[in-house]
T-cell receptor, first 113, second 111 residues
């Protein structure tokens, strides 16, 4: 019940394409869903996060879509660029308190020119 | 600038040796976490601490130990009982209601 399942494991898109990464969770108590971006040899950095009271959140070229009934959320990257090539992790937690985030296994994105 | 500092960036361990990875934060965050990252495995939780002098085991705590004597510091010791320690280790901290801030990681290799 604590798992977050992420797909696909890897993704290759052309520059300007819209990669979509999907995550599914089981624990209905989760109420905080962040996405992290990680470049090789670096720590992950918070990209964007959503709470279940909204169905979509946009920050620049990054959009999270959230489907509470299906217990799924996804990351869309508009007008993808080679600089977006990185590993992306979804995560979930119960926001109150400091309980640990549960992470998906990651998606390695390559954007080719 | 506030942030999390992990050191060293690279660490080599001989068989049977204990090594300690440093994690220091000046963000005044209460909670700190240690994760292990292996290719294709995502981030797996080793230990976490919500307050000073208290910590809890994560999913893969065997072969690891931690201490939290100061709010700013959460060192991780990889003991000789950890049979497969080669991995990328990430430390993070969190203020209640906010996302994690990660350090830049320590890559540990057994030689």
């Amino acid at each position: 019940q604590q798992q977050v399942k992420q797909s696909p494991q890897s993704l290759i898109v052309q520059k300007g394409g819209i990669p979509i990464i999907n995550c599914a969770y089981e624990n209905t108590a989760f109420d905080y869903f962040p996405w992290y971006q990680q470049f090789p040899g670096k720590g992950p950095a918070l990209l964007i996060a959503i709470r279940p009271d909204v169905s979509e959140k946009k920050e620049g070229r990054f959009t999270i879509s959230f489907n509470k009934s299906a217990k799924q959320f996804s990351l869309h990257i508009m007008d993808s660029q080679p600089g977006d090539s990185a590993t992306y992790f979804c995560a979930a937690s119960i926001e109150g308190g400091n309980t640990p985030l549960v992470f998906g296994k990651g998606t390695r994105l390559s954007v080719i020119a | 600038d506030g942030g999390i500092t992990q050191s060293p960036k690279y660490l080599f361990r001989k068989e049977g040796q204990n090594v300690t990875l440093s994690c220091e934060q000046n963000l005044n965050h209460d909670a700190m976490y240690w994760y292990r990252q292996d290719p294709g495995q995502g981030l797996r939780l080793i230990y976490y601490s919500q307050i000073v002098n208290d910590f809890q085991k994560g999913d893969i705590a065997e072969g690891y130990s931690v201490s939290r004597e100061k709010k700013e510091s959460f060192p991780l010791t990889v003991t000789s009982a950890q049979k497969n320690p080669t991995a990328f280790y990430l430390c993070a901290s969190k203020y209640q209601g906010r996302g994690y801030t990660f350090g830049s990681g320590t890559r540990l290799t057994v030689v």
